[in-house]
Each structure stands twice: as C-alpha cells, then as structure tokens.
C-alpha cells in the first residue's frame, strides 16, 4: 500500500481541503465549499477527533489520508516513521505533505464553509500545479 | 505486544516508568536521586528526537516497551499512531500509556530546565527530586499497565 497523508496544524480543515483538492484533481472545476463539506462528511471525519487520519480515496496512485495535529506535525511524521516498520510496512511508500497554512478556527463544517474560499486559494497557491 | 511509555520528550516520565517495567528500577521503594540520574536515557533526549520511539527492552513475558515523547499535545499525537495502527496492524498488539500526567510539577520544571532551557546542573536534580515526589504515581501506572498485559497476555495464548 503506498499513501500520502496531507497533515495540517490545526483540527484538520486544511488538511481536509488539501486531500479533497488532490481527489478531486481529475475535475475540471474547482469543487464549491458545499461539495468539499459533503465529501468530508462521507470521509467520516469528526471535528472533535483531533489527530485521527481519516481516509480521503485514491489520487495519483497512492491513498490519500487526512490529519489534523494541532501542534508541530515534525514532531508526528517522526512517530509515523519510526512506527510504519513495526508495522511492515515501509516508510519509503509514503508521503507526508505537512502543511504550512492553518486554520487553528475551522472546528466545524459550518466554519469550513465559510473559510473555504480563502483556504482552498492559499491551499492551491501552497500546493503548486 | 508492544508497550509504549509516552509524555513530552521521552526524557523523564516515560523513562522512568519503562525503566520501572523493566525492573531498572525499583518498585517497593524510592529510588534514590542517584539511581534516577544513573539511568542512561534520564534527561538526555534533545529537542530533535522528540516524536522518535525508543525501544527499551523486552520484560517478563516477552512483551517489547518502548518510550516515545510526542510534544506538547501526546494524546492527540498518540490518536494518530493509533489511527495508523488501525490502518495497518493489529490495535491489540500496540498498547500505549501516557506517563506525563504522572509527573509533578517539580519534576516537569526541572525537566524544562534542563532540557529546553539547558540548565542541566539545576533542572537534572530537581527532575529527579519531582520524579521521587512522584514515584508512587508511576509506580501505579505501571502496575496496571503489567496487570493489563496480563491478562491480555493471557487471553491472546488462549
């Protein structure tokens, strides 16, 4: 199994988008806030769940996963690294994308809704072509 | 199975506590200071190795324990590790205990002393004495925790 993991430094919502946008590449427009709310939803994602790494599909070959850790994300990657062995698999098949954005406010869908236009615009700019 | 010790820096708390389950130190009465500062890995890991896992040694039935620091939010970190383990492995093979919440101040200055403020000649002893002061918690936790292996040891080998 190869995965990437988009992991931003607050309750998730960054980390959310990045994962939508990535799934959701293959579409010609840009998903609206309601549609990324919806799926996040489908994901099972729960706001109070801080640190759980919610499954987001399939993108590029590689499952994608999401994660908010509300602090230092460095300090985690080195946690899953060490522990991915332990668990036969090895950390080379997957991809940590640690955002620099956050978004410490979003703690609901409703504020996810509200600050998609701006995140998912930072989010794009931060993420590159 | 696999026992994890975790608290902020893998420096104090979880080391004395994977040390207590090791038998390193004692569990019928205090350790001195010496024998706190003796240990190899007390107050020695640095700002970088935070997040690392430290394997410390296999106990008595066979189980590996292991000390982890996870920063300055362990549960939600260790929500993480578990959710990953979820994805991959077995739940029951990994089990993870938070020694922080163990510690008294005492010792959680000391260890901010020395190991974030580099006053390690004031902050070593005095984590030490606040690892004295709380050496009943961590000797607590880690009875229940053996008593947990235990049983799970046991239901497992059927």
Known sequence: MKGRVYLSEDSGGCALIAAALDVMSDRKEMPTAQEVALWGMQTGMQWSRTGWLWPAGEARGRSVFFCGVESRAPILERSLHCLMPMLGVSPLHWEFVRLRIKAPRVRSWRELVREYPRLSRLIREEMGP | ?158
């Open chain 2, 1 to 158: 199975m696999r026992i994890f010790y975790y608290c902020y820096g893998s420096a104090h708390s979880s080391v004395i506590a994977a040390a207590i389950h090791l038998g390193m130190l004692p569990s019928r009465r205090l350790p001195t200071i010496s024998e706190i500062c003796s240990l190899p890995d007390f107050d020695r890991t640095s700002e970088q190795q935070l997040g690392m896992i430290h394997y410390k040694g296999r106990d008595e039935w066979g189980n590996r324990v292991y000390t982890v620091g996870l920063g300055s939010k362990p549960v939600v970190a260790c929500r993480t590790l578990q959710s990953m383990i979820h994805l991959l492995g077995d739940p029951e093979d990994f089990r993870f205990y938070n020694a922080l919440h163990c510690l008294k101040l005492s010792g959680k200055v000391g260890g901010a002393l020395s190991r974030r403020y580099g006053l390690r000649c004031i902050g070593r002893p005095l984590a030490a004495w606040g690892v004295r002061r709380s050496y009943s918690l961590l000797v607590a936790l880690v009875e229940s925790v053996k008593e947990e292996v235990r049983v799970a040891s046991r239901d497992l080998s059927g």
